[in-house]
Every structure is written in C-alpha cells, then in structure tokens.
C-alpha cells in the first residue's frame, strides 16, 4: 500500500521557478548571451552548479572554478532578492486543500527538494511544519535526475520506495523519481513529462483519493 508522499518544492508547492529563471537569465545576459523558458526546462530540478554548467555550455563558455563559484554565489544572491518577498500568498492553488487530504488519509510526506534554500522558503511561507521530513540540497551530494532526494526522504520516514509517491514538475525530478522505484505524478504538460505514471496540470485538479487509487494498480 501507499504510505507516503514525497513533494518537490519549486514549482509544486510554490513557483520559485520563475525566479531562480529569473535570476539565471539575468546572469547569461550579463555574460553576454540569452536562455529562453524552453531551455529553462533542461534547469528544473537540477542544482545550481550543475544548472551553471548547462548555461555556460549553452553560452559556449568554459571558466574557471573560482570565477564559477563567483556567478553561482550573484544568481543566488538575485534569487534570494526575489523569493525574499514571497509569503503565504505565493503557495500554489490547490496545496493547501490537498495537504488537508493527505493529513486525513494518514500518509506520511517529505519534501525532496535539491533546493539549499528549501527551508527558508518553507519558513517563508509558513510550511516548516507540514512536513514528516525534509531533505533539501544541504542533505544531498547528487542532485536529480540522481533518486538520492528522494530514497533519502523515504528513508527517513522508514518506508520501501514502492510505497511512496512523488509529485514533480520537472524532467529531472520525474526521473530521479522513477529512478528510486517510486510512483511519479508529474505535475505540467505531458508532452514534457513523459515518464511520469500520471500527469495532472497541478495539484489543484487532483485528489488524494484519485491519485491512491491509480498508483494502487
Ligand atoms: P538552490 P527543486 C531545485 O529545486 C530547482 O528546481 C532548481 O532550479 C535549482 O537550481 C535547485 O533547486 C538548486 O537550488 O540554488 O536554491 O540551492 O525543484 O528540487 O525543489
Ligand atoms: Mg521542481
């Protein structure tokens, strides 16, 4: 049986995706060059080195490390301008009345964000509390499409990866959770998330008892 849900956090519970876009955009403009939304996809989920590799590659630029860990510490800067400002308000429609669902239901829940600022947004948006356990980019080595987010969270709340389901809105993290042995609601378009079991726009349009009942199959 499903015991747990396992959640990411940017663009699932609140959409901080535009603004870690946001701030990457601003970085590849400074350096010279541009990143579109779609080439944003590619960035979802994976961590914020990793995301600088990808956008020097694309800008057909190498650097050395230390200047690469100059860039990295301005995006985050920007970025943390930006989710400093967010409250309440920013959690995304449908969160609160699902997380209702899921405390009846008795599931346990874990965030599984390769997110370093996961647990500021979360005090920020008053969520601290609403989590079983927390795994965020500080607990991790690898980020998705790696499982370890996610094997780790189940770890945590002692239960087999066959009894959890993930909820994610990237291709990495979709993966990451099919890679740990889960099953994944991909949350966005279908035409994006290919590998997800179940897709639903948000989580606005689904209900625990809908998503139990399929991943029960
Ligand atoms: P930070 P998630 C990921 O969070 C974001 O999707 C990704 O865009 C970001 O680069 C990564 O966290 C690292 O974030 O720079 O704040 O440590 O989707 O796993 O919740
Ligand atoms: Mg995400």
Redesign the pocket.
């Known amino acids: 049986p499903i015991k747990a849900f396992l959640f990411?956090?940017?663009?699932v519970i609140v959409d901080?995706?535009i603004y870690?876009y946001q701030a990457w955009r601003r970085l590849a403009n400074e350096l010279g060059f541009d990143i579109s939304e779609e080439f944003n996809e590619r960035?979802?989920?994976?961590?914020?080195m990793d995301?600088l590799d990808i956008i020097l590659a694309h800008g057909g630029m190498t650097l050395p490390d230390e200047k690469k860990e100059e860039l990295a510490a301005q995006k985050?800067q920007w970025?943390l301008d930006l989710v400093s400002r967010m409250t309440s308000d920013d959690i995304l429609p449908g969160v609160a009345t699902f997380f209702s669902q899921v405390h009846k239901a008795n599931l346990l829940t874990a965030l599984?964000?390769?997110?370093?600022?996961?647990p500021m947004i979360l005090e920020r948006i008053g969520m601290s509390d609403a989590f079983d356990a927390i795994i965020d980019?500080t607990k991790i080595s690898k980020?998705?499409p790696d499982p370890e987010?996610f094997t780790k969270g189940a770890a945590e709340l002692e239960v087999d990866p066959d009894e959890c389901v993930v909820f994610e809105?990237?291709v990495a993290?979709v993966e990451a959770g099919k890679r740990g042995g889960m099953f994944v609601v991909g949350l966005g378009s279908p035409d994006v998330l290919t590998q997800a079991d179940l897709v639903a726009a948000s989580l606005d349009v689904l209900t625990v008892d809908d998503v139990l009942a399929k991943a029960s199959v």
């Open positions: 990411d956090l940017d663009g901080t995706a870690h960035l979802k989920g994976v961590s914020r995301s985050n970025y599984g964000s390769v997110s370093k600022n996961a980019g980020g998705k987010v809105d990237a993290g």
